[in-house]
């Protein structure tokens, strides 16, 4: 029998893909990651999703583990959306994560005491096809999780299983509630798990225990519009919360760090129709094709569009899309696909 490592947040979707993994004949273990608790409000927070995590593995009757993560999460995870923040990028930490920590520590851990396959809540499909393990858009694309997997690789896809792939959210609390699970009403987590109120500058301010001085907004011409509040608070392609009073609406264009401004355009200056994009990870291809086309997204939370992708040198990509998007920002992942399945991605240069 095959042994399965179930990675149990203390959410609805983990406790169902736990079910359904113990239903495919899988010997089930489940385990939570203990990451980054912080004060006293999300170190409460992290303690119930862990128990929460165990009573349902209990109810299964599945031996439950605790990893202690919480080193790795602040370095690979906390650390690395500091300093985007700090040099004016958007970071994804939802991405990092799953990088380093669930199909990193997470899966290497499982293979270490003898799993064959680690087992998540995502809502994604892995299907093999010959000797290639192709990452696909989950059945119900209201909840597709793939952009946030994009930097998988064969061996991860291999040792891992998305039992929720073919599933919509609704079935899925159906399910928890059928059988019972302490989870079956809990909310979906927060987009970013450290900090669940999503004042990050506030966060950031706090864990660094430094404030940061305010500075100019100015237009792109260096006509100076007012004052901001401290450059990590802005995003680019952000309008509320600028504080000013402007003739007409404008918007983060860019951040220049090292005169700390905050550049401000109209919404028509935020359209672009080119990027690159650095570090690819491709999923399957072995050998790239110098210009292809594909669909790609540039934030999460986005339809894919038409694009022309050609390689550059180092691993990296130049990206023409049919159309201009609007407000791409440094840091954000660019996902590719072909019809519903992940091509690769990187990071916007």
């Not at 999703?49 to 995870?77: C, H, Q, R, W």
């Not at 520590?105 to 499982?110: N, S």
């Not at 991860?156 to 079935?171: A, D, I, N």
Request: proline share 3%; hydrophobic share 35%.
């Amino acid at each position: 029998m095959k042994k399965a490592i179930v990675a149990m947040s203390g959410g609805v979707d983990s406790s169902v893909a736990a079910q359904i993994t113990k239903e495919l004949g899988y010997e089930c273990s489940g385990a939570t990651m203990k990451l980054f608790c912080g004060d006293a409000e999300r170190k409460s927070g992290a303690e119930q999703n862990i128990k929460d995590a165990e009573s349902v593995a209990t109810k299964l009757g599945m031996p439950f583990y605790v990893f202690d993560f919480e080193e790795d999460f602040k370095t690979d995870v906390i650390d690395r959306f500091i300093n985007a923040y700090e040099t004016g990028n958007t970071p994804n930490p939802c991405i990092v994560c799953n990088k380093y920590l669930k199909f990193g520590k997470f899966l290497d851990k499982a293979l270490e005491i003898g799993a064959d396959v680690v087992v998540t809540g995502h809502y994604a499909r892995i299907e093999k096809v010959g000797d290639k393990y192709l990452l696909k858009k989950a059945a119900d694309i209201t909840k597709d999780q793939s952009y946030v997997l994009y930097q998988m690789t064969q061996h991860e896809l291999s040792h891992t299983l998305f039992p929720l792939g073919e599933m919509t959210k609704k079935e899925a609390r159906k399910l928890a509630e059928k059988y019972g699970f302490v989870t079956a009403q809990k909310h979906d987590s927060q987009d970013i798990c450290f900090i669940p109120d999503g004042d990050y500058a506030k966060f950031i301010e706090e864990y660094l225990n430094k404030t940061y001085k305010h500075g100019k907004f100015v237009d792109r011409s260096g006509k100076v519009l007012g004052e901001h509040k401290g450059i990590i608070r802005y995003t680019i392609g952000q309008r509320k919360g600028l504080g000013l009073s402007l003739p007409a609406p404008m918007y983060v264009f860019e951040k220049d760090m090292d005169k700390n401004e905050v550049i401000l355009c109209s919404n028509e200056e935020l359209f672009s129709k080119e990027l690159d994009v650095d570090e690819v990870n491709w999923i399957f291809w072995d050998d790239v094709p110098k210009t292809f086309r594909a669909m790609a997204k540039i934030r999460y939370n986005q339809k894919e569009e038409p694009a022309t992708i050609t390689l550059t040198e180092n691993n990296s990509v130049h990206i023409v899309f049919d159309e201009p998007q609007r407000a791409i920002a440094k840091g954000q992942a660019a996902v590719f696909y072909d019809g519903d399945t992940v091509i690769g991605g990187g990071t916007i240069r």
